[in-house]
C-alpha cells in the first residue's frame, strides 16, 4: 500500500529524525537518492548535460548535492538559481568545488540552457510551498517543458499543492519525481499526480507510524495488489447462492433500460452470490442476464437481499430510491439517485442506521455541495471529505483520480491508483455501482466495498481498452480478468 502523509506530518517526522543525525546528514541522504534516479534517467551520465533550477530552500540544497554527484561522474552541470542571495550556501560550495557552474534565472541565455539540457532537476520549490510559481520561474518551467531532456522533480513538482495536489497557477511538469521518506497526498491524486509523472520513492529513514512525535495519521493511501486481495470475498465449501451474499438493482427506466443492464452487469461479477433486479427493464436485463431474479412487486417485496444499488438510469422514480433508502441493510446510491433522495434519508449511520455508499461524479458532486463542478476537480480530497461529513455517508467521488472518503469525512481517503481515460464512456458508471453494490452484499464495509470496486473496474478498464476506445459492456465483461490478476499478484 502506498500511504501518503500530509507536509505538517513529514515535517515532523523530519525535525524528529535531524535532532538524531549529525548536522546536514538527511540532506545528504536525499541527495543521494535522488542522484541515482537521475542517473537512471539519463542512462549515460558522462558527458551529459544536466541543468539544476534552484530555489532558496531545501529543496534546492537536494538539487544541488545531487548536481555535485553527477558532476563527480562527469556531467556538465550548471545551476540556475532564482534567488541567488538565499540559494542553499553548502550545496554551492559542494557543486563549485567539482567543476560545476552557476547562473542567475534573470541572466540571458538561462532558458536556452533548459532548454538545450539532457536532464533538469527542478529544485525551484518544497512541500512547503503554496499556490503557483512566482514570476521568474514560470519560464523556466515552460522551457523544460518544451526542451529536449527529461525532467525530474524534487520531491514535488514545483507548484503543486503537497497535501492536496492542487494547482494554482503555473507548475513544473515532470517525467519522474523524486519523492522522500514518505507519499505526499498531491502525488497520489490529479491534477498533481498528472504533473509529477512516475514517482520513485526513496527512503531516507523516517518514521512515519512509530512511537515518537514524527508519527501521525496517515492523508491518503493507495491500495495495490496484495491489499486488494486481502479483501476480496471468497466462497467457502459450505457457500451456496444465498450464504454469499444477494445484491438487489434498482435502476432503468423506461428512457434508460441500459442503465439496468449495466448495473446488473457489473453486480454479477462483483462476489455476491445471486442479483434482484426491481424496475421497469426486467425483460432487457433477462435477455441479456438470464440468472437475475427479477420482480416487479418494488424493493420491499422482491425478496431478501443483503444491499442495494439504486439510482442509475432511474430517472424521476422518487418512491423507488425511497423505498430502497428505506430498508435495513447497506445502500449505494449513483446517478439520479443521488438527485431523488431527500437529505435526510442519505444519513450513513445516522438517520438510515446503516452504511450507504455514494458515488456522484464531479457535476453531481458540485450539484450535492452546491458549488462548481471547477472546485471540486480542482480539489478531489477536500470535497470527497466534505461531502462525506455532510451527508454521513462513504463517498466514492469518480473522475480522473477516483478517491473514496469514509463516512463523517475523517480518517484516511482512499485514492484509486488503477484506471484509463477510456472509462469515461457511457454507461461506466453504471457498471462500477453494481460491482460496488455486489461487493457490499458480500459483506464488504462501505470504504472497502468503494476502494476495491473503483480497483477492479480501473483494471478491468486498462485490460478492456489496451489503447483503444471501449464500451460499458467490455469493462464489465473484463473484471473477471482483473479479479483474477488481483488474486494472482
Known amino acids: 500500500m502506498r500511504t501518503a502523509y500530509s507536509v505538517e506530518t513529514v515535517r515532523a517526522a523530519e525535525r524528529e529524525l535531524m535532532a538524531r543525525l549529525p548536522e546536514g546528514a538527511l ?23 544536466v ?158 507510524r512509530g512511537s515518537g512525535s514524527g508519527a501521525g495519521e496517515a492523508a491518503a493511501e493507495a491500495l495495490q495488489h496484495v491489499d486488494v486481495a486481502r479483501l476480496l470475498p471468497v466462497p467457502g465449501a459450505e457457500s451456496d447462492k444465498y450464504r454469499r451474499g444477494v445484491v438487489g438493482v434498482a435502476a432503468g427506466s423506461a428512457r434508460y433500460p441500459g442503465a439496468a443492464v449495466l448495473a446488473v452487469g457489473g453486480a454479477l461479477r462483483g462476489g455476491a452470490g445471486a442479483v434482484r433486479y426491481v424496475g421497469p427493464a426486467g425483460g432487457a436485463v433477462l435477455a441479456r442476464y438470464p440468472e437475475t431474479l427479477v420482480s416487479e412487486r418494488g424493493p420491499s417485496r422482491a425478496g431478501r437481499v443483503q444491499a442495494w444499488v ?16 428505506a430498508a435495513d441493510v447497506p445502500v449505494l446510491i449513483d446517478a439520479d439517485g443521488l438527485r431523488l433522495a431527500e437529505v435526510g434519508d442519505v444519513r450513513g449511520r445516522g438517520a438510515r442506521g446503516v452504511p450507504t455508499l455514494m458515488t456522484p461524479h464531479a457535476g453531481e458532486a458540485a450539484a450535492l455541495l452546491g458549488v462548481e463542478r471547477e472546485e471540486v476537480e480542482s480539489g478531489r480530497l477536500a470535497a470527497a471529505r466534505e461531502l462525506a461529513a455532510r451527508y454521513g455517508a462513504a463517498v466514492l467521488l469518480k473522475g480522473s483520480t477516483t478517491v473514496v472518503a469514509e463516512a463523517g469525512g475523517g480518517g484516511v481517503v482512499r485514492v484509486n491508483p488503477t484506471g ?21 452484499a458480500a459483506g ?40 483474477r490478476s488481483v488474486v494472482r499478484g
Request: charge should be negative.
Open 420 to 440: 484509463t481515460p477510456w472509462l469515461a464512456t457511457a454507461g461506466s458508471g453504471d457498471v462500477l455501482s453494481g460491482l460496488g453494490g455486489s461487493l457490499l
Open 310 to 325: 439504486v439510482g442509475p438510469g432511474a430517472g424521476d422514480d422518487a418512491a423507488t430510491v425511497g423505498e430502497v433508502l
Open 51 to 208: 541543468v539544476l533550477l534552484v530555489g532558496s530552500g531545501d529543496n534546492g540544497g537536494d538539487a544541488l548535492y545531487a548536481g555535485a554527484r553527477l558532476a563527480r561522474r562527469g556531467a556538465g552541470v550548471r545551476a540556475v538559481l532564482l534567488a541567488p542571495g538565499r540559494a542553499h550556501a553548502g550545496g554551492l560550495a559542494a557543486l563549485r568545488r567539482v567543476g560545476g557552474s552557476v547562473v542567475e534565472a534573470g541572466d540571458e541565455g538561462a532558458v536556452a540552457l533548459v532548454e538545450r539540457a539532457d536532464l533538469v532537476v527542478d529544485g525551484i520549490v518544497g512541500i512547503g510551498g503554496k499556490g503557483g510559481l512566482r514570476e521568474a520561474a514560470v519560464p523556466l518551467a515552460e522551457a523544460a517543458r518544451r526542451g529536449r531532456g527529461a525532467v525530474v522533480a524534487v520531491d514535488l513538482p514545483s507548484g503543486v499543492d503537497a497535501d492536496t495536489g492542487e494547482v494554482r497557477g503555473a507548475a513544473v511538469r515532470a517525467d519522474v519525481t523524486v519523492t522522500f521518506g514518505a507519499y505526499k497526498p498531491g502525488l497520489l491524486i490529479d491534477p498533481g499526480r498528472e504533473y509529477a509523472g512516475v514517482v520513485r520513492f526513496v527512503d531516507i529513514g523516517l518514521s512515519m
Open 444 to 483: 464488504l464495509s462501505a470504504l472497502d466495498a468503494g476502494s476495491v470496486g473503483a480497483y477492479l473496474h480501473g483494471l478491468a478498464g486498462r485490460f478492456a481498452a489496451e489503447g483503444a476506445p471501449v464500451s460499458a459492456e467490455d469493462v464489465a465483461g473484463r473484471i473477471p480478468e482483473a479479479w
Open 27 to 49: 540532506m545528504q541522504r536525499a541527495a543521494a537518492g535522488l542522484a541515482v534516479v537521475c542517473a537512471d534517467v539519463l542512462e549515460r551520465v558522462y558527458g551529459s548535460r
